[in-house]
């Protein structure tokens, strides 16, 4: 008896530590801030490469034809501002082994199992030196769209074939979002440090 009685407590006692040795959930694991869902929160964040280079057109056309040899199409080009951006382009699949504008396995998976889009983002300023340096950014977006509300089996087609939902879709008091949106996931500091040394490449070639 008494050996059944300790075996119960030590039982017990390490069932019980083991329970209050996780911390407590106290919120939900998508409450972030919402900027964070942003573009200009991360193109607002450092840059991981910088390109420096003497020339300012020398550096300027080669960011673009980089940019443009990845199948990137230019969307603004402001040499006052020195500021070079590409249109946002859905990312490749890992069939497509000719694209350059993902580097990496995670990068390519991502894109592959959902719906995902970088942009392009040169800044060239002046250096300290009299030279000019270019600091190139990557956003990447992803896609979402709203779910259909199926309550019979005769609207299954009608998922695929009939009118959209409404643009007012409420998740939470308060809160409206559209059916269908993008949203910023971060930053792709693989190929923007890609882009950079293809770029160097470019300039003493």
């Not at 964070?36 to 300012?56: E, G, H, L, S």
């Not at 990312?91 to 392009?120: C, M, N, P, Y």
């Not at 030279?131 to 990447?140: D, F, I, Q, R």
């Not at 879709?169 to 949106?181: E, H, I, R, S």
Request: proline share 6%; aromatic share 10%.
């Amino acid at each position: 008896m008494r050996r059944r009685s300790a075996a119960f407590g030590l039982a017990l006692l390490i069932f019980s530590g083991c329970h209050t040795s996780k911390p407590p959930t106290t919120q939900r694991a998508t409450a972030i801030d919402p900027i964070q869902a942003t573009p200009d929160y991360w193109m607002r964040q450092p840059a991981v490469a910088r390109i420096p280079a003497t020339d300012f057109y020398n550096l300027w056309y080669a960011c673009r034809t980089e940019a443009h040899d990845r199948l990137f199409l230019i969307d603004r080009e402001d040499f006052r501002e020195g500021v070079l951006t590409t249109q946002p382009m859905v990312s490749k699949q890992f069939t497509e082994l000719w694209r350059t504008d993902a580097v990496t396995i995670h990068g390519i998976a991502e894109s592959t199992l959902a719906t995902v889009r970088r942009t392009v983002r040169f800044q060239l300023s002046k250096d300290k030196n009299g030279g000019y340096v270019a600091e190139p950014k990557v956003l990447v977006e992803r896609f979402v769209s709203s779910e259909r509300r199926l309550t019979a089996i005769d609207e299954y087609h009608q998922a695929f074939t009939g009118p959209r939902p409404t643009d007012d879709v409420y998740v939470d008091p308060g809160a409206k979002l559209p059916t269908d949106y993008w949203y910023a996931i971060g930053r792709d500091a693989a190929l923007e440090r890609d882009l950079a040394n293809a770029i160097r490449r470019r300039l003493r070639g």
